[in-house]
């Protein structure tokens, strides 16, 4: 269907307004996207050799904050059913663990925890920290 103007007929899409939509879309999926992998906020120990957490859907990550609060993922758990969710969402699903916990956690909470873990018939886990920064390599 043509739009007749002053002159003539116009055949032609106007795709300004279109491209404008997609890029304020992707500007904004660039903004949210890192927020989203974020989950719970914990003080990671730092080391010097850190792998990347895989993006992936094929793992869980188990979250133990300072005060001792464990969430898997998102999702606050107790550690008395801990075994039991990890049982059902880690083992049988044959899911990759990842554990983060704070720096301040005392060791014997994490000690415990891993227990659990092991209860739960989990043999490999990952341990999450933060890569040190190299003040050597930064100076040059």
Do not use: C
Not at 43 to 65: A, F, I, R, W, Y
């Amino acid at each position: 269907m043509a739009i007749k103007t002053g002159g003539g007929f116009l055949n032609e899409i106007n795709v300004t307004p279109f491209v404008d939509v997609m890029l304020v879309l992707l500007i904004i999926f660039m903004v949210t996207a890192p927020l989203m992998t974020q989950g719970v906020e914990v003080d990671l120990p730092v080391t010097k050799t850190v792998k990347n957490l895989p993006q992936d859907s094929e793992h869980l990550v188990l979250s133990v904050k300072k005060d001792g609060t464990l969430f898997l993922d998102e999702y606050q758990v107790g550690l008395d059913e801990l075994q039991d969710h990890l049982k059902r969402l880690v083992a049988k699903q044959k899911k990759q663990l990842f554990l983060r916990a704070d720096k301040d956690v005392a060791y014997g909470t994490v000690v415990m925890i891993m227990g659990e873990i092991k209860g739960a018939g989990i043999d490999r886990l990952g341990i999450v920290a933060e890569k040190t920064v190299d003040l050597k390599k930064n100076k040059k």
